[in-house]
């Protein structure tokens, strides 16, 4: 539906722009869907081992790649504002792998437990077009848009 780009902060998260960089330019980001998106919270993507697009999403959302997960990298100096890109992860602090999230909307409350990665510094109305999903977790049960190519410049 366009392009959008995003400023990685590899001073802020050294680990997590590098692995997210690593993926990008080996291909495993072209195809993915975005598997869960909330209206007025965020768009999550990156699931490159169930969330490629025409198949099985079942599972999509459960997955990640086939490197190890990636320790927290926590920062204080930034806050989770619209725009802001940061790592998905499950229960464990260190778990976050391949997924990452864009934000629509502050949501201060993910400071200190989620990482940031980045910022939205071109395409967000793009981005605010993202096809949300359904219910409290927010699923997207039936086309979900879906990032085409990622590129790293």
Not at 33 to 57: C, E, P, W, Y
Not at 115 to 144: C, F, L, W, Y
């Amino acid at each position: 539906k366009g392009n959008v780009v995003i400023e990685l902060f590899p001073d802020l998260a050294p680990g997590h722009v590098e692995r997210i960089k690593e993926l990008a330019r080996a291909g495993e980001y072209d195809g993915v869907v975005f598997h869960r998106v909330i209206d007025g919270f965020m768009a999550q993507t990156g699931d490159v081992s169930n969330g490629k697009a025409g198949g099985d999403l079942s599972m999509a959302g459960m997955g990640g790649s086939s490197l190890p997960d990636i320790p927290a990298e926590f920062s204080t100096s930034l806050s989770f504002q619209r725009g802001v890109v940061g790592m998905a992860r499950a229960a464990d602090p260190n778990s976050a792998n391949s997924q990452f999230f864009i934000m629509f909307a502050p949501g201060e409350f993910l400071d200190g437990q989620y990482t940031i990665v980045g910022n939205v510094i071109s395409g967000m109305e793009i981005v605010d077009a993202i096809k949300r999903g359904d219910g409290q977790n927010g699923e997207v049960s039936s086309s979900p848009d879906v990032m085409t190519k990622v590129t790293v410049q």
